[in-house]
């Protein structure tokens, strides 16, 4: 199984990307087939190209995503986007933030396939990475950029990210086609954890995709006292 050498060319000429990062990309989706326990139903090496390769690339459309110097993947899951972001972007440090330790053991295994020394994993909740400051090692106020990508709903992800931004750093959310109650109820949940919509953006990341949005909010006051909530909260009790 080997990828297109002419699609993987046309996005790292999009996103101008060297050819390091090719060569990375490349040797990331050899590792993700041959991967026993890959925690993604998309794992065939052309598929995978742009399912997870591109559709995480696109979010170097949003700016600030682009500039951060400091990024957390929360719900990393099989590392995409923050793995293929982490190898975009090797002036940044990217955290990919998943709670369960199998997922991120298959993140560790692929991290070091491709060689990605700007990336690593973090087996905890994002509720309890947000709790300690990033001062004393934690993640509190400590990140420029949060990205989630098929996690959960806008007024889920606010909460989780709104603890690990700084002020004036941005959630990044994919999601797919726009969805009025979704982005209501996120807005409310967002005025109540210091933030607030900034943009939505509409993305083409390959070909055959459609009603693909990249939803960015910013932080704009200090999270307030209270959050984050004990973990499984935010899912039990949503904001919004």
């Known amino acids: 199984m080997?990828?297109?050498?002419?699609?993987?060319?046309?996005?790292?000429?999009?996103?101008?990307l060297g050819s390091a990062a090719s060569a990375q990309i490349?040797?990331?989706?050899?590792?993700?087939?041959?991967?026993?326990?890959?925690?993604?139903s998309v794992s065939e090496p052309?598929?995978?190209l742009e399912v997870h390769v591109a559709d995480s690339l696109s979010g170097l459309e949003v700016p600030e995503l682009a500039g951060a110097r400091r990024i957390a993947d929360i719900g990393a899951g099989a590392?995409?986007?923050g793995l293929i972001l982490a190898v975009a972007l090797p002036q940044a440090q990217v955290d990919l933030v998943e709670s369960a330790g199998r997922k991120t053991a298959v993140v560790d295994r692929l991290i070091q396939a491709g060689n990605v020394s700007s990336a690593r994993s973090i087996t905890t909740r994002a509720e309890e990475l947000g709790r300690v400051p990033g001062a004393l090692g934690g993640g509190r106020d400590a990140y420029d950029a949060v990205t989630a990508r098929a996690l959960g709903p806008l007024s889920l992800l606010v909460e989780y990210a709104a603890p690990l931004l700084r002020e004036g750093g941005v959630l990044v959310a994919w999601k797919g086609a726009r969805d009025g109650d979704e982005e209501a109820a996120g807005a409310a949940a967002a005025e109540q954890v210091g933030m607030a919509v900034d943009d939505v953006l509409p993305v083409k990341p390959?070909?055959?995709?459609?009603?693909?949005?990249?939803?960015?909010?910013r932080k704009i006051l200090?999270?307030?006292?209270?959050?984050?909530?004990?973990?499984?909260?935010?899912?039990?009790?949503?904001?919004?």
Not at 8 to 16: H, N, Q, T
Not at 29 to 37: N, Q, R, T, V, Y
């Open 2 to 16: 080997s990828v297109s050498r002419e699609t993987l060319d046309a996005l790292v000429a999009r996103y101008r």
């Open 79 to 81: 590392g995409f986007p």
């Open 26 to 40: 490349e040797r990331i989706l050899k590792a993700l087939a041959a991967e026993p326990d890959p925690h993604t």
């Open 46 to 48: 052309q598929v995978a």
């Open 206 to 217: 390959f070909p055959s995709s459609e009603n693909r949005h990249l939803h960015v909010l």
């Open 222 to 240: 200090p999270t307030p006292a209270g959050f984050p909530r004990r973990p499984g909260m935010a899912r039990k009790r949503p904001l919004g």
